[in-house]
């Protein structure tokens, strides 16, 4: 045997022997535990109320939450429009994952919200909304005037700040101010903060006759003499409040007092329209006007007198011309409701014993509708539409809005003349007065 041999034999042998060396053996197992079961029981027993603690709210969220849904028709997945070919988009509304995030707030721990609850009732923070300081229009504010300790002073309601408040302008002139035993900080909505070091403790205060007691902290206010907040309104709820008229209905003594407030001045440029005016007694209306205005409304006295008959005869009386050959119109009635009819009658008893119109055997004849006004009156119309389309239309040039609206260049006052029955103080030439037949349930008439 050569050497190259007696090598290879040799480390083949110590390569088995060392492997076979280092092996491991086979690890023994533990002593199982001895059943303990009471301390089982124990084990299960807690691990139940944790886990049944915990799920609860959140699977009765997440039940209330696929409810929802499946009550508005949407996925319980994806919120979306659900249907029988639907399927779930790769990426949801920021929504959906807002309310699959709320479910999972995990709220504070006890000894949290103690620590909380100390702190906030060592150190108060007073709320201020931004309109007391501002001094801007909000929605949900009203203005009084007042007296606060013989001082006339401008009093905000505002249901966005905590407490009451006064400046210190007008505080420079109140009796009983205290300083507070601690600074308290007063947030503003905006962002801002303020610090209020001294208060006036059951401080009187009046609107409109009506007396208060409220503790009144000091701030440096600049548009406001005085802030009442939630602190006052809380005190008087109940209560109806009409944020748009401004004024407020609180239980005062007994019984309900409306306080008033200040409303909102027009703005300039702004157009105030008159519908109607009615007098009941002319004696009683008594203004004052000049000299020059008087004579006017005497000179013109029969212009705003109510129409009563035709119009006089003039040169300038309408015509109805037809087109060549054109036959009579005749239109059947409309049909109309029984307080309809009941309306229409009314008003012909009236304009036959104005002389307005007449019995007609007018070969012509339209229909009559009735046209509800803004002042909730009825307007009587008389359909003229087919007699229209056989008129000859006048070519008499309309003048251009355009034209008139840059003649009136800057002119801010403007008179408009509301006819009662427009088409009634326009007269007609006797020869096309038969034109005007129409036809109700109860006759033929013309004007």
């Known amino acids: 045997m050569s050497d190259v041999d007696k090598r290879r034999e040799f480390r083949k042998a110590d390569y088995s022997n060392t492997s076979k060396a280092t092996l491991p053996g086979p690890l023994l197992l533990p002593v199982p535990p001895k059943n303990d079961h009471k301390l089982q029981a124990t084990f299960n027993e807690a691990r139940g109320h944790v886990s049944a603690a915990g799920n609860r709210p959140f699977d009765d969220k997440l039940a209330a939450l696929r409810a929802y849904r499946c009550a508005k028709g949407l996925c319980v997945k994806c919120a979306e429009k659900w249907?029988?070919?639907?399927?779930?988009?790769?990426?949801?509304?920021?929504?959906?994952?807002?309310?699959?995030?709320?479910?999972?707030?995990?709220?504070?721990d006890t000894d949290q919200q103690i620590d909380n609850a100390s702190l906030h009732s060592e150190q108060l923070f007073l709320a201020l909304f931004v309109a007391a300081v501002s001094g801007k229009e909000a929605p949900k504010t009203m203005k009084f005037r007042g007296i606060l300790q013989g001082q006339e002073v401008l009093i905000l309601l505002d249901s966005g700040s905590s407490h009451t408040f006064v400046s210190t302008t007008v505080a420079?002139?109140?009796?009983?101010?205290?300083?507070?035993?601690?600074?308290?900080?007063?947030?503003?909505?905006?962002?801002?903060?303020?610090?209020c070091s001294s208060q006036v403790l059951n401080a009187d205060w009046t609107i409109q006759g009506c007396s208060f007691q409220s503790d009144?902290?000091?701030?440096?206010?600049?548009?406001?003499?005085?802030?009442?907040?939630?602190?006052?309104?809380?005190?008087?709820?109940?209560?109806?409040?009409?944020w748009k008229q401004k004024w407020i209905s609180i239980p005062y003594q007994g019984s309900s007092s409306l306080l008033q407030g200040i409303l909102p001045e027009l703005p300039v440029g702004s157009m105030v329209e008159l519908f109607a005016l009615l007098v009941s007694d002319a004696a009683a209306l008594?203004?004052?006007?000049?000299?020059?205005l008087a004579q006017l409304l005497d000179?013109?006295?029969?212009?705003?007198?109510?129409?009563?008959?035709?119009?006089?005869?003039?040169?300038?009386?309408?015509?109805?011309?037809?087109?060549?050959?054109?036959?009579?119109?005749?239109?059947?009635p409309y049909r109309y409701p029984l307080a309809v009819k009941d309306e229409i009658e009314r008003h012909i008893i009236t304009m036959l014993q104005e002389g307005i119109i007449q019995y007609s055997t007018s070969p012509f004849s339209s229909s009559v509708l009735l046209v509800k006004k803004k002042d909730k009156s009825w307007r009587f119309c008389v359909d003229f539409r087919h007699l229209n389309a056989i008129t000859l239309k006048c070519k008499y040039p309309v003048p251009l809005i355009d034209d008139?609206?840059?003649?009136?260049?800057?002119?801010?006052?403007?008179?408009?003349?509301?006819?009662?029955?427009?088409?009634?103080?326009?007269?007609?030439?006797?020869?096309?007065?038969?034109?005007?037949?129409?036809?109700?349930?109860?006759?033929?008439?013309?004007?």
């Open 286 to 292: 008594k203004l004052n006007v000049p000299p020059e």
């Open 216 to 242: 009144i902290r000091i701030l440096p206010l600049s548009h406001y003499d005085m802030i009442v907040g939630m602190d006052w309104l809380e005190k008087y709820s109940p209560m109806h409040i009409h």
């Open 172 to 195: 420079a002139g109140l009796q009983g101010i205290e300083e507070m035993a601690k600074p308290v900080g007063v947030q503003v909505v905006d962002g801002g903060h303020m610090l």
């Open 83 to 108: 249907s029988r070919e639907h399927q779930c988009p790769e990426s949801i509304q920021l929504h959906v994952l807002q309310e699959v995030w709320d479910l999972f707030q995990v709220e504070e």
């Open 404 to 447: 008139f609206l840059d003649e009136l260049g800057k002119a801010s006052w403007f008179t408009s003349l509301d006819l009662i029955a427009g088409y009634h103080q326009v007269r007609l030439k006797p020869e096309d007065a038969h034109k005007t037949a129409f036809q109700t349930h109860t006759g033929h008439y013309e004007f």
């Open 299 to 332: 000179e013109f006295g029969a212009v705003f007198d109510p129409p009563s008959g035709l119009p006089p005869e003039r040169a300038c009386d309408q015509s109805i011309p037809l087109v060549e050959g054109a036959s009579p119109v005749v239109v059947r």
